[in-house]
C-alpha cells in the first residue's frame, strides 16, 4: 500500500515540474481569405451554404457528400436545425455532429469571424498525415482531402441586460481539420495558447437564473435508422463534461502537444465509435468503449462488418478448462438430453486480442443463466456438438451409416413419422418418364439407380424447386398454435407471415400480423421462428450453400426451444409446402408450449451469434445456445438464454452423387426483434451469412464487397466476386439492366416463355407462368395442356347434343327445336333461328357503326347452319387457314397467297414461337396491321434464316429464336447477306439503328434511322428520311454543332472542324429530334448559316409566322395568321405592347406544351379572342366572350353552321359539368388520342360514350362515371345503355385518387423530388414509400399509413412487408371523435387519412397534449374549417369526393353533406354569421357554396379560374377570397358572398399561393408562397403590401391567432409557427406519424 502512495505521489510530482508550451496561434492551419477560406455570414445562429465534397467521406461507418458549418462552434453532415433544437443540450445530438466548442456563440456586429475551405494543398495534407502517424504508429492513412475551418476571436451570446459583466471582450479562437482517403476520416482539433477565454454560455431561456452551460466538444453520429422500425440513439464520443475538461483543451493534448488532439472519427470498415491518438495527454472522459456512451446502435442500412474471429468460441463458460473443447475421437450420434460428441476435434480457439481498433471487433460476452447440465462445457456449436435428433424406424432401429456418411434408403417413400422423404428404389425412374418432377428451370439427369434434378445455371436450389440466384423473395403462410405465456394459455389462429428476403445480402424480414398482445411481447425472443429464413436464403461465402439449395421448397422443420433459467419450453414445427403461384414459398408455422412472461413495452436485445449445421442426406441438424436481453421500466436490463436444437427434414436424391457440405456455419451478424403493439405486429429482421466452419477472415484483411454486403448492386442483382475488391453486378435470372438497375423482363411479351400449345403465358416478376387457355386443363405431367371433354358434364338442354371439340365443345338442338343448344324450344311455324356466332362476327366485320364497310377488314365464312367453315381465308392478304368451331386459327395450318391451301381434315399440331409471332403480326383488333414486320416461317413452323421486312426492304439473319443477328442487317439496295457466317455482336451504331427500325409493332413511322458502315461504325454524314435535314456525326453518333442542313441546303462537308453548337441550334435539335427521334406537329426554330435565329420564323404545322429578336423571343405584334402577308422582320422595332392573354394563350399551345391536335384560339389584330373559335382537329366552333370563354349554346358540329357571334346575346345558361369536362380536353390539356366526352343538347353527359383513338365505347352515369362492365373494344358492338349492366370492375382506389389528387396539384408535371404515392397494379399502396427519386423513404401500412420509425434516408430503401390482412379479421377502427381538451384554443390540421388536434397555451404549441381527432381511413382529407357556433369540424375528402362534418364531443360520427358533383374539392371555408360554408374544386375550376347542412348549393364563380387553391371568408365585411395557382398567370382573388364585385387583389410578384389566412386586427388578408417563398400580407383594397417573412419552405394552408401565423409546410411536413411582430418563426411541431399535412382551422370554444 505504501508503494502505491508513493508512486501516485511521484506520477504527481512529475505533472508539476513537467510543463510543455502549447501550440500558439501562428502554428495552426493557415487561414483567412488569403488561403481561399470563405467566410460565414454574421449572427447568432447562421449555417453556411451546403459545402460539396469533391469526394465523400466517412463519418463513423457512412460516407457523406456535403458539410455544414454553424455559427455554434461546430461542423455537420446535414444541414443543420434551428439552434434552440440543440445548442442548449449536451451529446449525443439528433444529426451528425463535429463539435470542437459546441455552445451558444455569436459573431453579430464584427464580434469574430468564421473561416471554412476544403482542399487538396500538398503541404496541408502531409501536415496531417504526419500528426495521424504520429497518434496512431498502425495506421496506413494517406490523406487525399481536407477541410479546414476556424472560428476566430467569437464571442458568446448575451442578452443587453447581461453586458455589465465585461463578459462580452472574452473572445475565443480554435479550428478544426477534417482530413479522409477513400476509407478513413481523422479530425485534429486545435486550441492555442490564449484562445479559450470562455468555457460555457448561458441558456437563452435561463431568464434571471446565473448558470453557464460548459462547452460540449466531441463527436455524435446522430439518430440511425434501426432496422427498418424506428430510429434510434446513435454512437457518440465526448471530450469534455465540466469546466474544467474544457480548460484542460488548451492545457492538455492527445498527441504530445497540448491544445492539439487527434481522432479516427470514421471508416468504411466495421466502426464502432471514435478513437482517440494515444501519445500523451489526459482525456477527461473514460476510455471510449464506455458500454453507455459507445454502444453502436444496430443500423439496417450501415456498412456490413468484417467476419469474426473464425476461431473464437460463441459461447465458453467463464474459467472453463480449453482442453473441454476437444473432443473423443469415436464419431457417435445421439438423441435429445445425451452428450455424445459426432467428428474429430478443431483446432483449439486462440484467444481474442483485448484490444479494440478500427478494423477489430470486441470480444462475444460470456453467457448468463446456462441450463446446468450445460455448466462447466463448451457451447460453441462446433461439429463435434451438433446433435442430430433420430426418429425411430419402422423397425424400431437406427438407419444405418455407410462409410461416406449417407443413410441409406431404409423405408419407401415417405416415413409418416418423421416427415423424412426419399426415392423410392423398387423401380427405377428415368428422365424420359418422370422428368415432369423437376422444376421447369431444372434438368434431370438418368444415375445408374434413378434420376436426378438439377437447377440450370442462374438458378439456386434442390432440382426439384429452383429460383433465379439474386432476386428477392418472399414467403407467405399462416402461423397457429398455442401458447403458455406466463401461467396465461394464449391462443393464436390462422394469422398471416409474410417474409421478405434480400438475398444477395442474406437480409431476412419477417412479420407476422394480428399476434394477441401477451403473446406479442413474449415472443419476441423466438427469432427462430424467422430465423429459418434466414439460414434458407443466407449469403452464401465460398464454398459453401444456403438451405434452399438443399432442402428445396417442401421440407418440415422441428424446433425446441429452452428458455433458462425458467425452464419453459416451446416446440416449433414449420412446414414448407412448395411454391405458390406467384412462385413465392408457403410456409405454414405451428406453436405450442411456454414462453417467459415480457412485461408489455420491454425491448429485447440480441448480439450476433454463429451456429453450426450439420448436414445428413435428408436431414439438417444444429443445437446451439444464445443470450437475449430484456430492457423493461419495471425490471431494467435482465439477461436470459436459451437453448435451440432443430432438424429440417427434406427430400434428396440419393441416386447421383452427393456433394453437399457436412458442415457449414451460419454467422448471424444482426438480429432484431420488436412487437408493434398498434398493429399486433411481431417482426423480426435478421442478416445471414453461411460459409465453412472457421472460414473467417484474418484481422487486417478486406473482404470482397459481394461478402461484406458492401456492394451497390440492385436488390434484384447478384453480386459476382473478383479479385480483391473487384467485383460485378449480374442481373438476376429473369431481369435484364445492368446489375445495379434491373427491370423485369416480361417473358410473354418478348416470346420467351416455356409454355407450351393450348397454354397462355402471364408475367411474374422475374420469372412467368403458363396457365391452360380455356377448354383445356393440365395433364399428368403438369405442363402440358389437354382437352376437357367438357360434354361429360352435360353443359346443354335436354333437348340438345353435346358435341366435344379441342378446347371446346358445341351444343345443337335436336330435330323439332331451335336455340342455342343451352335454350332449346320447340319450332312453331315461320320462327327464324336466332343467329350463330359467326354469322354476328361476319355481319359486324362486314359492317361498322355508320354502315360502311371496313376496308381490309376479315370477313368470316359460315356454311348453311351458320357454323365456321373449317378453311377461311382472308380477302385482301390472300392467306389461308384451318379454325376450329369456335372460329379460332388452328395452329399451323396458315398458308400465304402463293401456297397450296391446307388440308382442314389433318390432326392440328401445336403453333411454334416464329407461327405465334407471325400470326400476331398479321392480325391486329381490326384484322389487318398496315406496315408491320411479319416473320417467315419454314414447314415445320421454325424461324428462316432470312428475314425480310415487306415495307422497308430490310434484310438481315436470324438465330432459333428469332432474334436478330448483329451485323446482317442490309438496305434494300444492297445484296441480302449470308446467313451461314459466323456471328459478330452488334455495334452501337447497329443497335441504335435497329430499335429505330423496329417497335413493339415492327415499324416506327417517322424515326431517324442511323446509318451504319460495313463495320458497325456511324457513317459521318447522317440523315433524316422524313424532315430532308443531313448533318455530321462523331464516333458516338453524337450530332456536331454548326453541321445541320436543310432539305433544300447544300449537304454539309464533314471533314471540316468542328464549331460548338448556338442556342439556336440547341433549340433546333432540341425541337426536332425526341426520344423517339422524330418530334411530329412542334414548332422548329430556323437558324442562318452562322447558327444564328432567322428573323423570320413560321410554325410549320399551323403556318402562323412571326419576327424574333437575337434570343428568339417573338417580337410582341409581329404574327400573322397562315392567310395573312408575312411580317417585315427589317422594320424598325415599334414600342412592343403587352402580349394579351388571348396571345399568351395561342402562344403556349403553339410552341413546346402544344402537343398534335390541341385547341390552339385565334386572336385578333388587337390580341383579343375573336369573337367565332374552331378546333382544327375536331371541327367543332363555338363563340366565346371577351374572355375566351365559350358561351353556352352556340357550339356546333363539323358539319353544321357556325353560330352567327354577331347575333344578339341569348340568355346563357350555366356551363354542364359535361361542357367543363368536355371544353378542359378540347383545350390547352388535351392531348392527340385524348378521349373528349360527348354532351347532349342539354349539356349532359350521352349515356354511350366513345373514345375516338382506341374505338372503346362504353356506357355513363349523369355523372359521366364509367357504368361498370359496360365497356366495349373495337369491332365490337356497343353495350345497350338502356338496360342493366352488372358490375364488374373494380372503382378507383384511395391510392390511386391520391396520386391523381397530387399529380393535379403538381401541375401535372411533378418535380423528380415530389412525393406521389406508389400504387400496385391492384391500386393498393406499395409497402414502401419514397419522396420522388430520392432515397427519403419510409413503410406503410395496408391503408398507406406511415410505419412508426421506418422512414430512412439512406443509399439502400427499406424492405418493406406487406402487411394486408383480411378486412373480417380486423375491421377499422370507428371513425368517431376524440375531442381535444376543452376549454382552450386547438390547431386542427389535416394530414391524409385523419385530422389531428394541437392545443395551444397562449401562442405555444402543447406538443404532449396533440391528439388524433378523427380517423378516416380510406379518406384524404385536404380543406377543414370549424365552426365555433355549433362546435363542429367541416372537412373535404378529395378520395371519397366528399364534404363532411362531425360534432367535437365524445363519440360524435362523420355526417356527409355533399356527395355528388366534386371532383377534386380542396379549399374550404365556413361564413359563421350567414351560416354558410364556401369551396374550391381544382378539377372542376369552380367555387360553390351552400348552407352548412349541404343545401342551398350553387356555383358562386366558374369562369376564368385555373387552379384554385385556398379560401378564405371575411364574415364582417361579407367578402370571401381564394387562391388561384395558375402556373402561367397565379393570382389571389375576392368578390363578395353572393359572387358579385370579382376583382384580382394580387397576380404581381407570386408563384404559387397555397396559403390564405385573414388578419383581423390589420384587416389584412396574408398568404404564404410555395414559389416565391415569402409570407406576405396586403388590404383588400390592394394598398399597404409588405413581406412578413421571405424564408419559407413550402406552406400549404395558414391561419392566423394572436399576432401568430400557423402554417403547415410540406417539406418538413410540420406545423410551423410565426410571430407576426418580430417575422421570427416561434415554435414547430411533427407529428410521430410523418407525411404530407394539408389544411389548418383553428378551433376555439367561443367564437373570436
Known amino acids: 500500500m505504501t508503494r502505491n502512495k508513493f508512486t501516485i505521489l511521484f506520477i504527481q510530482l512529475c505533472w508539476t515540474v513537467y510543463v510543455v508550451t502549447g501550440i500558439h496561434r501562428k502554428d495552426i492551419f493557415p487561414y483567412g481569405t488569403l488561403s481561399g477560406d470563405l467566410t460565414l455570414q454574421e449572427g447568432d445562429d447562421e449555417t453556411s451554404k451546403v459545402i460539396v465534397l469533391t469526394r465523400p467521406m466517412r463519418f463513423y461507418e457512412a460516407s457523406f457528400s456535403s458539410l455544414y458549418v454553424a455559427t455554434n462552434g461546430i461542423i455537420s453532415t446535414q444541414d443543420l436545425p434551428m439552434e434552440k433544437q440543440y445548442v442548449d443540450d449536451g451529446l449525443p445530438t439528433d444529426f451528425p455532429v463535429i463539435a470542437p466548442f459546441l455552445a451558444d456563440l455569436d459573431t453579430s456586429n464584427g464580434r469574430g469571424t468564421i473561416y471554412y475551405r476544403q482542399t487538396e494543398s500538398p503541404t496541408i495534407l502531409n501536415r496531417v498525415a504526419m500528426e495521424v502517424h504520429r497518434g496512431f504508429p498502425d495506421a496506413r492513412f494517406t490523406p487525399t482531402h481536407a477541410v479546414v475551418v476556424t472560428w476566430e476571436n467569437v464571442g458568446a451570446y448575451e442578452e443587453g441586460s447581461r453586458s455589465s459583466d465585461g463578459s462580452s471582450n472574452r473572445v475565443n479562437t480554435f479550428q478544426a481539420v477534417l482530413a479522409y482517403d477513400e476509407t478513413d476520416t481523422y479530425g485534429l482539433l486545435l486550441y492555442p495558447e490564449g484562445g479559450l477565454n470562455f468555457f460555457g454560455t448561458r441558456p437563452k431561456e435561463s431568464y434571471n437564473v446565473e448558470i453557464e452551460l460548459p462547452a460540449r466538444v466531441g463527436f455524435s453520429r446522430g439518430e440511425v435508422s434501426f432496422l427498418f422500425f424506428s430510429r434510434q440513439e446513435g454512437p457518440f464520443y465526448s471530450i469534455t463534461t465540466n469546466e474544467q475538461s474544457v480548460k484542460n483543451l488548451y492545457q492538455v493534448g492527445n498527441t504530445g502537444l497540448p491544445g492539439v488532439w487527434l481522432f479516427h472519427i470514421g471508416s468504411s470498415y466495421s466502426f464502432d465509435n471514435v478513437i482517440p491518438a494515444a501519445v500523451g495527454g489526459v482525456l477527461a472522459t473514460p476510455p471510449p468503449f464506455d458500454a453507455e456512451a459507445t454502444t453502436p446502435e444496430y443500423s439496417e442500412y450501415s456498412d456490413y462488418p468484417e467476419f469474426q474471429s473464425p476461431t473464437l468460441p460463441e459461447f465458453v463458460e467463464a474459467g472453463a478448462d480449453p482442453s473441454l473443447l476437444q473432443s473423443p475421437d469415436q464419431p457417435q450420434v445421439q438423441l435429445y438430453g445425451e452428450e455424445v460428441p459426432l467428428t474429430a476435434s478443431p483446432e483449439t480457439p486462440e484467444s481474442p486480442n483485448s484490444e479494440s481498433g478500427p478494423r477489430q471487433h470486441p470480444a462475444i460476452p460470456e453467457p448468463r443463466n446456462l441450463p446446468p447440465e450445460h455448466s462447466g462445457l463448451p457451447q460453441r456449436p462446433v461439429p463435434e456438438h451438433t446433435i442430430l435428433e433420430l426418429f425411430p424406424t419402422r423397425d424400431g432401429g437406427s438407419p444405418r451409416h455407410s462409410p461416406k456418411d449417407q443413410v441409406d434408403s431404409v423405408v419407401q417413400g415417405v416415413d409418416l413419422d418423421t416427415g423424412v422423404i426419399q426415392y423410392n428404389g423398387g423401380s427405377k425412374e428415368t428422365c424420359e418418364r418422370f422428368s415432369q418432377q423437376c422444376s421447369q428451370n431444372a434438368y434431370c439427369s438418368d444415375y445408374a439407380t434413378g434420376l436426378c434434378c438439377h437447377c440450370r445455371s442462374g438458378f439456386y436450389g434442390n432440382g426439384q424447386h429452383c429460383l433465379p440466384s439474386g432476386a428477392p423473395h418472399r414467403v407467405n403462410g399462416k402461423v397457429n398454435g398455442v401458447v403458455l405465456v406466463g401461467s396465461t394459455p394464449v391462443e393464436i389462429n390462422n394469422v398471416d407471415l409474410h417474409a421478405y428476403v434480400v438475398v444477395s445480402d442474406g437480409r431476412a424480414y419477417t412479420a407476422i400480423s394480428e399476434v394477441p398482445e401477451p403473446a406479442g411481447w413474449a415472443l419476441m425472443p423466438v427469432a427462430p421462428v424467422g430465423g429459418l429464413f434466414g439460414w434458407l436464403f443466407a449469403l452464401e461465402l465460398p464454398n459453401s450453400q444456403n438451405g434452399f439449395t438443399i432442402t428445396g421448397a417442401e421440407f418440415t422443420r422441428h424446433a425446441d426451444v429452452t428458455f433458462y433459467p425458467g425452464n419453459e419450453r416451446l416446440s416449433i414445427v414449420q412446414t414448407a409446402k412448395g411454391l405458390d403461384a406467384e412462385n413465392y414459398l408457403s410456409v405454414d408455422t405451428k406453436l405450442s408450449g411456454s414462453v417467459p412472461f415480457i412485461p408489455p413495452g420491454a425491448t429485447v436485445q440480441m448480439e450476433p451469434f454463429k451456429v453450426t449445421f450439420q448436414y445428413y442426406p435428408s436431414v439438417t441438424t444444429s443445437i446451439s445456445v444464445r443470450e437475449f436481453t430484456v430492457v423493461s421500466a419495471e425490471s431494467g436490463a435482465e439477461t436470459f438464454s436459451f437453448q435451440l436444437r432443430q432438424n429440417i427434414t427434406h427430400n434428396y436424391c440419393r441416386h447421383g452423387p452427393r456433394s453437399g457440405p457436412e458442415t457449414l456455419e451460419l454467422s448471424v451478424e444482426r438480429v432484431f426483434a420488436m412487437f408493434v403493439k398498434e398493429e399486433r405486429i411481431l417482426r423480426y429482421a435478421i442478416t445471414n451469412k453461411i460459409g465453412p466452419v472457421g472460414a473467417g477472415i484474418p484481422d487486417g484483411g478486406e473482404v470482397n464487397p459481394c461478402y461484406a454486403g458492401t456492394h451497390d448492386c440492385d436488390t434484384t442483382a447478384q453480386c459476382i466476386p473478383g479479385e480483391g475488391q473487384n467485383f460485378q453486378c449480374q442481373c438476376a ?106 354469322e354476328r362476327h361476319r355481319d359486324s366485320a362486314q359492317t361498322s357503326q355508320d354502315g360502311f364497310s371496313l376496308v381490309g377488314a376479315f370477313v368470316p365464312e359460315c356454311d348453311e347452319a351458320g357454323q365456321y367453315r373449317p378453311l377461311q381465308c382472308h380477302g385482301s392478304t390472300g392467306h389461308c387457314w384451318c379454325v376450329d368451331v369456335q372460329g379460332q386459327e388452328r395452329a399451323g395450318t396458315r398458308a400465304p397467297p402463293s401456297s397450296p391451301r391446307p388440308n382442314c381434315n389433318e390432326p392440328e399440331r401445336p403453333k411454334t414461337q416464329c407461327e405465334h409471332h407471325r400470326d400476331g403480326a398479321q392480325t391486329s383488333q381490326d384484322g389487318f396491321s398496315l406496315g408491320a414486320f411479319v416473320p417467315e416461317c419454314d414447314e415445320a413452323g421454325q424461324y428462316h434464316p432470312l428475314q425480310c421486312h415487306g415495307s422497308t426492304g430490310h434484310c438481315w439473319c436470324v438465330d432459333v429464336q428469332g432474334q436478330e443477328r448483329a451485323g446482317t442487317r442490309a438496305p434494300p439496295s444492297s445484296p441480302r447477306p449470308n446467313c451461314n457466317e459466323p456471328e459478330r455482336p452488334k455495334t452501337q451504331c447497329e443497335h441504335h439503328r435497329d430499335g429505330a427500325q423496329t417497335s413493339q409493332d415492327g415499324f416506327s413511322l417517322g424515326a431517324f434511322v442511323p446509318e451504319c458502315d460495313e463495320a458497325g461504325q456511324y457513317r459521318p454524314l447522317q440523315c433524316h428520311g422524313s424532315t430532308g435535314h443531313c448533318w455530321c456525326v462523331d464516333v458516338q453518333g453524337q450530332e456536331r454543332a454548326g453541321t445541320r442542313a436543310p432539305p433544300s441546303s447544300p449537304r454539309p462537308n464533314c471533314n471540316e472542324p468542328e464549331r460548338p453548337k448556338t442556342q439556336c441550334e440547341h433549340h433546333r435539335d432540341g425541337a426536332q429530334t425526341s426520344q423517339d427521334g422524330f418530334s411530329l406537329g412542334a414548332f422548329v426554330p430556323e437558324c442562318d448559316e452562322a447558327g444564328q435565329y432567322r428573323p423570320l420564323q413560321c410554325h410549320g404545322s399551323t403556318g402562323h409566322c412571326w419576327c424574333v429578336d437575337v434570343q428568339g423571343q417573338e417580337r410582341a405584334g409581329t404574327r400573322a395568321p397562315p392567310s395573312s402577308p408575312r411580317p417585315n422582320c427589317n422594320e424598325p422595332v415599334r414600342p412592343e405592347r403587352p402580349r394579351t392573354q388571348c396571345e399568351h394563350h395561342r402562344d403556349s399551345l403553339q410552341g413546346s406544351h402544344g402537343g398534335v391536335g390541341a385547341f390552339v384560339p385565334q386572336c385578333d389584330e388587337a390580341g383579343q379572342y375573336r369573337p ?210 376543452t376549454g382552450g384554443v386547438s390547431l386542427l390540421y389535416a394530414q391524409g387519412q385523419q385530422i389531428g388536434a394541437l392545443p395551444l397555451t397562449g401562442t405555444r404549441m402543447d406538443k404532449d397534449k396533440s391528439s388524433v381527432l378523427l380517423q378516416l381511413h380510406g379518406s384524404i382529407v385536404v380543406g377543414v374549417a370549424h365552426d365555433c357556433l355549433e362546435r363542429k369540424v367541416y372537412w373535404t375528402d378529395i378520395a371519397g369526393r366528399t364534404i363532411n362534418r362531425a360534432g367535437l364531443a365524445a363519440g360524435s360520427e362523420p355526417e356527409v353533406l355533399i356527395n355528388t358533383g366534386l371532383t377534386s374539392p380542396e379549399g374550404l371555408a365556413l361564413d359563421v354569421v350567414r351560416r354558410r360554408m364556401f369551396w374550391v374544386d381544382s378539377t372542376m375550376d369552380k367555387i360553390e357554396t351552400s348552407n352548412l347542412d349541404g343545401t342551398g348549393r350553387r356555383v358562386l364563380i366558374d369562369k376564368d379560374l385555373v387552379n384554385p387553391r385556398a379560401i378564405i371568408v371575411d364574415s364582417s365585411s361579407g367578402t370571401v377570397y381564394w387562391t388561384d395557382w395558375n402556373r402561367e398567370a397565379p393570382k389571389i382573388e375576392g368578390a363578395s358572398v353572393d359572387g358579385q364585385n370579382r376583382k384580382v387583389l394580387v397576380q404581381e410578384g407570386i408563384g404559387l399561393p397555397n396559403a390564405l389566412t385573414f388578419n383581423p386586427a390589420s384587416r389584412q388578408v396574408c398568404w404564404g408562397d410555395a414559389g416565391t417563398k415569402r409570407l406576405e400580407c396586403i388590404s383588400p383594397d390592394g394598398t399597404g403590401r409588405q413581406v412578413i417573412h421571405s424564408g419559407l419552405n413550402y406552406p400549404f394552408a395558414m391561419v392566423f391567432h394572436a399576432n401568430h401565423f400557423y402554417y403547415t409546410d410540406w417539406r418538413r411536413d410540420a406545423i410551423i409557427g410565426m410571430s407576426r411582430g418580430t417575422s421570427q418563426f416561434t415554435d414547430d411541431y411533427l407529428p410521430e406519424q410523418r407525411s404530407h399535412l394539408y389544411g389548418i382551422a383553428l378551433a376555439s370554444p367561443n367564437c373570436l
Open 733 to 838: 435470372t429473369g431481369y435484364r439492366g445492368d446489375g445495379r438497375n434491373c427491370y423485369d423482363i416480361d417473358e410473354c411479351a418478348e416470346h420467351l416463355s416455356s409454355c407450351a400449345a393450348h397454354s397462355q403465358c402471364e408475367n411474374l416478376q422475374g420469372s412467368h407462368r403458363c396457365l391452360c387457355q380455356p377448354g383445356y386443363e393440365f395433364g399428368f405431367d403438369g405442363r402440358t395442356c389437354i382437352d376437357v371433354d367438357e360434354c361429360r358434364s352435360q353443359p346443354c338442354h335436354a333437348q340438345a347434343s353435346c358435341t366435344n371439340s379441342l378446347g371446346s365443345f358445341h351444343c345443337q338442338c335436336q330435330a323439332g327445336y331451335h336455340g342455342n343448344g343451352f335454350q332449346c324450344h320447340p319450332q312453331s311455324g315461320g320462327s327464324e333461328r336466332p343467329k350463330t356466332h359467326c
Open 1172 to 1381: 367565332l373559335q374552331c378546333h382544327g382537329s375536331s371541327g367543332h366552333c363555338w363563340c366565346v366572350d371577351v374572355q375566351g370563354q365559350e358561351r353556352a349554346g352556340t357550339r356546333t358540329l363539323p358539319g353544321t353552321p357556325p353560330t352567327n357571334c354577331d347575333g344578339p346575346v341569348r340568355p346563357e345558361r350555366p356551363r354542364t359539368q359535361c361542357e367543363h369536362h368536355r371544353d378542359s380536353l378540347q383545350g390547352s390539356h388535351g392531348g392527340v388520342g385524348a378521349f373528349v366526352p360527348q354532351c347532349d343538347e342539354a349539356g349532359q353527359y350521352r349515356p354511350l360514350q366513345c373514345h375516338g383513338s382506341s374505338g372503346h365505347c362504353w356506357c355513363v352515369d349523369v355523372q359521366g362515371q364509367e357504368r361498370a362492365g359496360t365497356r366495349t373494344s373495337a369491332g365490337t358492338p356497343p353495350t345497350n345503355c338502356d338496360g342493366p349492366v352488372p358490375p364488374t370492375q373494380r372503382p378507383e382506389t384511395v391510392c390511386e385518387r391520391w396520386r391523381a389528387s397530387l399529380i393535379e396539384h403538381y401541375g401535372s408535371q411533378p418535380d423528380p423530388h415530389h412525393y406521389l404515392p406508389q400504387c400496385d397494379s391492384a391500386g393498393e399502396f406499395n409497402p414502401v414509400q419514397c419522396y420522388g427519386d430520392s432515397s427519403y423513404c419510409w413503410c406503410v401500412d395496408k391503408d398507406g399509413r406511415e410505419v412508426p420509425g421506418t422512414r430512412a434516408n439512406d443509399a439502400v430503401k427499406p424492405a418493406c412487408i406487406p402487411t394486408v390482412a383480411p378486412p373480417t379479421q380486423r375491421p377499422l377502427p370507428r371513425p368517431d371523435v376524440t375531442p381535444p381538451p
